[in-house]
């Protein structure tokens, strides 16, 4: 399928915190209970503060592949995008799985009239997706949703490692 790289503009990959970024929102790459986890749901629970944990608790948690709002709090980000990935197996749902966090995080924030978000690599932690692969489909299915939402002026993907970094730098290159 042919993609219009125009938007390429409108996407940057970066190292940094996800947690020290002004933002109108970071998505969380949350568990399904929401009620906070190791890594980055660890790390965006700490930085906000218990009101994020007592807001959570009142969504009664998130499938797979969907995608909650909820304030920043003590974040500089305004609002915390929270979607739970797939846990990798290699199997084609996990493709259709992890797209779908993307589609309805990006598709939130357009609702909430957001202008832009941040997104770590989803499913690459404990979840075990290779970021080869993850990167394709992030910036596939980014890119295709921003064809389409001219309102979302920056989409940052904020990776953790210099490994990762590279990853995305050399895939968003290639695409331009």
Do not use: W
Not at 86 to 91: H, L, T
Request: one cysteine or more; a positive charge.
């Amino acid at each position: 399928m042919m993609m219009k790289t125009g938007c390429l503009n409108r996407i940057e990959a970066r190292a940094d915190d996800i947690t020290q970024l002004a933002v109108d929102a970071i998505v969380n790459a949350a568990n399904q209970s929401l009620l906070g986890g190791g890594g980055v749901d660890g790390a965006i629970h700490r930085a906000a503060g218990p009101q994020l944990l007592e807001e959570c608790r009142g969504i009664g948690g998130c499938p797979t592949g969907e995608a909650r709002i909820t304030k920043g709090y003590r974040l500089p980000a305004r609002h915390v995008i929270h979607t739970v990935g797939p846990v990798y197996r290699g199997i084609p749902r996990d493709k259709e799985l992890l797209s779908a966090c993307y589609r309805n995080s990006i598709e939130l924030a357009v609702r909430h009239r957001l202008a832009t978000i941040a997104f770590p690599a989803i499913s690459c932690g404990v979840y075990g997706y290779p970021i080869g692969e993850a990167c394709r489909i992030a910036v596939d299915t980014t890119v295709r949703l921003l064809e389409n939402h001219p309102s979302l002026d920056k989409v940052i993907f904020v990776l953790f490692s210099a490994g990762h970094l590279k990853v995305y730098q050399d895939y968003l290159a290639d695409l331009k």
